[in-house]
């Protein structure tokens, strides 16, 4: 278990396959919020945007967009909900979510 300021983050490994909690803060400012992780040589997130949907997918798109200019071999691939980039070292991850009212 590693707590920082403001944050819970629970972090599991078993054989091959690993699962990570982590309750972050966020200003209710919206109903939806980008939230960001990546994954490769550990986890992290971080909620990025708070907001409308559009405004929280105009955000994870461009965001995603200049994480792949930054690999030559970036892959860039999006979803309703998600944007996700495999620079060919980890994957990062975009995810719009509605937040509870």
């Not at 071999?73 to 937040?99: C, H, P, S």
Request: charged share 30%; with cysteine.
């Amino acid at each position: 278990m590693d707590e920082k300021p403001n944050s819970f983050r629970l972090d599991q490994s078993q054989e091959n396959c690993f699962h990570v909690m982590e309750v972050l803060p966020y200003e209710p400012k919206g109903e939806y919020a980008c939230i960001w992780y990546h994954a490769y040589e550990g986890v992290g997130f971080e909620v990025l945007f708070v907001g409308t949907y559009d405004k929280c997918a105009e955000y994870a798109k461009n965001s995603a967009k200049k994480v792949c200019a930054d690999f030559k071999d970036g892959e860039y691939t999006e979803y309703y909900d998600q944007v996700v980039v495999d620079t060919g070292i980890e994957w990062q991850i975009w995810d719009i979510v509605k937040l509870p009212e």
